[in-house]
C-alpha cells in the first residue's frame, strides 16, 4: 500500500534539497548556494563533480559497467597494485561499503588465526565510541547500545575497553584474542584522535602478543588528515586495514588490506562479492588516486587545514561558552560544543554552510580535500556568524 512517506523512517532528512554540486559547493533547484563542509560524511574527497572524475566514469560508462569477479578485471589489479606501493599492504580485497570492508578485515584476521593452527583465537579487542558500520558483525564491534538494540544476539566474540587506555587493552588479551582494531582518529564518536604513543604502544603490544592490528581508516584515511593515511603520523603499520568513503570519492567503493601473512587464510572461496571492485568502481578508484597521489596534494591539505585550525581556534577563544575545544587531524577537525552540537549545525545550515554531528557533543568539519584556503576562510566567518546568533540567542534567553 503506498504510504505518504514510502522510505524507512531510519533517517530524519534535512529539509534541503541538492540538485547539482561543484567543488566545495551544493546548489538548490532555486540556485541557493551551500558551502558544503561535510562532503557526505567524507566521503566527497575530491568535491562534487571533479573533471577527473567524471571523465573517467564517463569513458568507463561507454565501455564496462560491471564484470563477475570471476574475470580477470584489470583496472582492479592495477588499483590493488598502486594501493600496495603507497602503503604497508601486500594484498587487496574490494567491497561495496565501509562496513563491508570492515567485515572482511574481521573475517581475515580470525582465519589466519584458524590456517595457523590456533582457531581459537577469534576474539577482537576494539574502543568504546568506536563506529565500524552498521552490519550485524560490525555493530557487534562498534559496541553502541544504541545500534545494537532490539536486533537479536549480539555477533559474538567482541571485546570493548575504554578508549585510547592501552592498559586495559593489554589486561584484555587472552589466548583467544586474534586482534585489536581501532580508528586512528574516532569519526562517529566525536573526532577524538587516538596519540602517536598510544598508536605506537598499541602496535608494540600487537607484537610482543602475536596478535593482530586491524586500523579502521574508513574516515580518516585516503588524504583526509594530511597522511595519505592517518598512522602514517605515528608512523606505525597495520597489519590489516580497512578502507571506504574517501576512496571513491562519492562512488560507493570500499576495500580491505593487508599483509600476505595477514591475508594467508584468504584462499580461493574463502570470501566473494558480486560488485566488490567491479569496472566502474575501478575506473573511479583509480582516478581519485591519481589526483590524491600528485606531489602537492597533501601539502594542499595540511596548508589549508592549518588555516582552518587557527581560525577555529580563535573562535574558541572568542565564543567559550558555545566551544569548548577544537580537535582532529588534518580536514578532519571537530568542534567540542559547550552546548547542543545539533544547535550549532542547524545555526551553521543558516549560514549555508554543512557540517555533520558527532558523537560527544562535536560538529565535524570534513570539507572536500580540494577546498582551498579562500574558501575555508569564507567557511571561518559562516560558522562565526553561527555561534554569534547562538551567542546573541542565549543571551536573550
Ligand atoms: C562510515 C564508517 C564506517 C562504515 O562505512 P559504510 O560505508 O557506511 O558501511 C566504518 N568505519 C568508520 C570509521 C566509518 O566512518
Sequence with gaps: MADAK????????????????????????????????????????LGHTHPHLVEALKAQADRLWHLSNVHEIPDQSRLARRLTE???????FFTNSGAEALECAIKTARRHFFVNGQPERYRIITFEGAFHGRTLATIAAGGQPKY???????VEGFDQVPFGDVEAVK??????????LIEPVQGEGGIRPLSNESLRALRELCDAEGILMILDEVQSGVGRTGKLFAHEWAGIEPDIMAVAKGIGGGFPFGACLATASAADGMT?????????????????????????????????????????????????????????DVRGSGLMLGIKCAKSNTDLVLAMRNEHILGVPAGDNVVRLLP??????????DALSRIEAALEMLSRNGAAN
Design 268 to 324: 580461493a572461496g574463502t570470501h566473494g562479492t558480486t560488485y566488490g571492485g567491479n569496472p566502474l568502481a575501478m575506473a573511479v578508484g583509480n582516478a581519485v588516486l591519481d589526483v590524491i597521489l600528485e606531489p602537492g596534494f597533501l601539502p594542499h591539505v595540511n596548508d589549508v587545514a592549518l588555516v582552518l585550525r587557527q581560525g577555529l581556534a580563535s573562535l574558541k577563544d572568542r565564543y567559550p561558552d558555545l566551544v569548548s
Design 171 to 180: 589486561a584484555t588479551i587472552t589466548e583467544e584474542t586474534a586482534a585489536i
Design 86 to 92: 603507497v602503503t604497508f599492504a601486500d594484498k587487496v
Design 368 to 377: 572536500p580535500l580540494i577546498v582551498t584556503a579562500e574558501e575555508a576562510r
Design 148 to 154: 545494537l538494540e532490539g536486533f537479536g544476539p549480539k
Design 6 to 45: 514510502p522510505l524507512y523512517d531510519t533517517y530524519n532528512r534535512v529539509p534541503i534539497v541538492f540538485e547539482r554540486g561543484h567543488g566545495v559547493w551544493l546548489e538548490t533547484p532555486q540556485g541557493e548556494r551551500y558551502l558544503d563542509f561535510a562532503a557526505g560524511i567524507a566521503v566527497n574527497s
